[in-house]
C-alpha cells in the first residue's frame, strides 16, 4: 500500500511539474492509417466506417476542416460490447517507442458520448443527428458531422515531436465471446508545445 501512494505522488508531482500545452497537429490529412502487420480478421478504418461521404480539407498551417457524414460497416451486433483501446507512440531516431499513456475503455458504449472523454472534442461534440441512445454497434447507422476545424491540445509530460496514436475496437456478444473482426487504426500527429 505504501509503495502504491508513493508512486502516485510521483505520478502526481511528475504530471504537475510539467504543466505545459501541446497542440496535435495531425500529419496527413486524411487523418487515418492502416496498423503495420495486422492479426487475420483486422479490418481498417474502412471496416469500421464508410468515408465516402466523410471530407477533410488540410490548410497551409496544418489544420484540418472536417465535414460529412460517415457511415457504420462493422458487422458486429446491437448490444455488443465495444472495447476500446488507444496507445501512445513516440517516433525516436526512425523508431515508433511506446510512451506511458495509453487507455483502455472496457465498454465504449457507456462513455462515447462523455465529455470528460478525449475523443469527445474531437468527434462526439460534434454529431449533429440525434444518435446519442445508440453507439458503434449499429451497422448501417449514419454519422453526421457539422463542419468543424480538428483541434486537440493536451496537457501533462509528453515530449514535442512525431507522435501515433495506436486504436483498436473490439466486440463481444453477450455470452463474452469476441466477434472474428476487430478494427484497428493508427492517427500520426506532431505535438508542438503552446505554452508552459
Known amino acids: 500500500m505504501e509503495l502504491k501512494v508513493i508512486l502516485l505522488a510521483v505520478l502526481s508531482f511528475l504530471y504537475h511539474s510539467n504543466g505545459?500545452?501541446?497542440?496535435?497537429?495531425?500529419y496527413d490529412e486524411y487523418i487515418?492509417?492502416?496498423?503495420?502487420?495486422?492479426?487475420?480478421g483486422t479490418l481498417d478504418i474502412?471496416?469500421?466506417?464508410?468515408?465516402?461521404?466523410?471530407?477533410?480539407?488540410?490548410?497551409?498551417?496544418?489544420?484540418?476542416?472536417?465535414?460529412?457524414?460517415t457511415t457504420l460497416v462493422w458487422d458486429i451486433q446491437l448490444g455488443d460490447r465495444v472495447e476500446f483501446a488507444v496507445k501512445l507512440f513516440y517516433l525516436d531516431r526512425g523508431t515508433w517507442t511506446p510512451t506511458m499513456f495509453s487507455v483502455l475503455?472496457?465498454?465504449?458504449?457507456k462513455?462515447?458520448?462523455?465529455?470528460?472523454?478525449?475523443?469527445?472534442?474531437v468527434w462526439t461534440r460534434h454529431i449533429t443527428n440525434d444518435i446519442k441512445d445508440k453507439c458503434v454497434n449499429?451497422?448501417?447507422?449514419?454519422?453526421?458531422l457539422e463542419k468543424y476545424v480538428l483541434n486537440l491540445t493536451v496537457t501533462g509530460p509528453i515530449r514535442d515531436?512525431?507522435?501515433?496514436?495506436?486504436?483498436?475496437f473490439r466486440a463481444f456478444d453477450a455470452f463474452n465471446v469476441e466477434?472474428?473482426?476487430?478494427?484497428?487504426?493508427?492517427?500520426?500527429?506532431?505535438?508542438?508545445?503552446v505554452q508552459k
Open 32 to 40: 487515418f492509417s492502416s496498423c503495420p502487420d495486422p492479426a487475420p
Open 111 to 121: 462513455v462515447m458520448y462523455d465529455k470528460n472523454q478525449i475523443w469527445y472534442n
Open 105 to 109: 475503455i472496457r465498454d465504449f458504449c
Open 161 to 168: 515531436g512525431r507522435h501515433k496514436a495506436y486504436v483498436t
Open 46 to 69: 474502412h471496416g469500421f466506417l464508410d468515408l465516402s461521404e466523410f471530407s477533410t480539407e488540410m490548410d497551409s498551417d496544418g489544420g484540418v476542416t472536417v465535414s460529412g457524414n
Open 20 to 26: 505545459a500545452v501541446y497542440e496535435l497537429v495531425v
Open 138 to 144: 449499429v451497422p448501417g447507422m449514419k454519422i453526421m
Open 179 to 193: 466477434r472474428p473482426t476487430s478494427i484497428c487504426y493508427e492517427i500520426i500527429s506532431d505535438l508542438y508545445k
